[in-house]
């Protein structure tokens, strides 16, 4: 509950402003049709790169959908208008697309880009509220924001128009995505630094592999199945038949289940349980970070085939960050 009047008013100003761009955000939503899809197969056909532009405001949202388009498999890049004209437009070459923003559409800094466009043929898109304006009339493809009052009281002030802009990017750079069929180890490639990165980054190179995988085929006796587990310090254990292929696993939990003068004695195929909790070769660490915290387990073998190649603990994903 606000605490004083002046704080209600605040909150109600800052509510305002919300309700005015979720209702503009619904519309847009609505309004998608057949251009947005001419403007994803444009965007996914040209063999360069998509150049946004802006001025202002619209600039800065440019940016930033330029970088959205880099970060997820197309090849983009920002040319400031009002530098275009003075040598930037070299910035735009053949085989690329211009995806330009304007609320108006009348931004007369966008002259020059849309005039070189048209000169060396490159397809030009265009981001507006206007539909006879002059960016619309000169674009092969038009979207059209929906007609919003700014969610400043002066009707002034960039905002309900700027977060629809943004919006309507990021729906193109991700239904371009789709589109590509670009996945999460492209994702990967793209952004190898920080938890993100990490959390893309395949399992293999965390687990542990070779001799320190704990195992022992299923005719070993318990009592080197303990002395393994013990030296492991893993706790526990992967059985496997004479082939080399995971059948099972002995755990501490089984160790306390089969607690008897004669445990020592045993095989190792009557002490195991079956079905022992693996991940392929090649899997995300973070999926296998989620599977681990979901199924409340605290290590897994990693599988190539039928044979386990690695094993990797929740304790190694956690020190290296993967979260």
């Known amino acids: 509950m606000p605490s004083t009047t002046k704080d209600a008013v605040i909150l109600a100003s800052a509510a305002r402003v919300l309700e005015t761009e979720i209702a503009a955000l619904h519309s847009l939503r609505d309004s998608l049709a057949e251009p947005f899809c001419r403007a994803v197969a ?28 880099s970060s997820t498999g197309t090849t983009a890049l920002f040319v400031h208008p009002a530098e275009a004209g003075h040598g930037d437009l070299g910035m735009i070459a053949r085989g690329d697309a211009v995806l330009a923003f304007s609320n108006s559409g009348e931004t007369s800094e966008l002259q020059a880009v849309v005039e070189y ?60 995505l789709e589109w590509r069929g670009f996945e999460a180890t492209d994702f ?100 296998v970070l989620l599977r681990m915290e979901t199924e409340k387990i605290s290590a897994v073998f990693v599988m190539e085939g039928k044979k386990p190649v690695g094993f990797v603990r929740l304790l190694d994903l956690l020190s290296h960050r993967v979260a």
Do not use: W, Y
């Open 188 to 287: 990967h490639t793209l952004h190898p630094s920080g938890n993100l990165g990490k959390s893309l980054t395949l399992v293999d190179g965390f687990m542990h592999r070779g001799a320190a995988i704990p195992l022992a085929e299923a005719e070993t006796l318990m009592s080197v199945c303990v002395l393994k587990m013990t030296e492991s310090g893993f706790g526990c254990v992967g059985i496997t038949d004479k082939k080399g292929g995971l059948i099972g696993v002995i755990t501490d939990g089984d160790l306390r289940r089969h607690m008897s003068p004669d445990l020592l004695g045993k095989s190792a195929r009557e002490v195991m349980s079956d079905n022992p909790k693996t991940v392929p070769l090649g899997a995300l660490a973070g999926e």
């Open 117 to 176: 466009t048209h000169r060396i043929g490159v397809p030009l898109i265009a981001i507006t509220r206007k539909a006879d304006s002059t960016l619309a009339r000169h674009s092969e493809v038009v979207l059209l924001l929906p007609l919003f009052e700014e969610a400043c009281p002066l009707g002034l002030a960039p905002t309900t128009s700027t977060t629809l802009q943004l919006a309507l990017g990021d729906a193109l750079a991700v239904a371009l």
């Open 42 to 69: 444009v965007l996914g056909q040209v063999s360069g790169r998509v150049v946004t532009t802006g001025m202002g405001k619209s600039g800065h949202i440019a940016t930033k959908i330029a970088s959205t388009f």
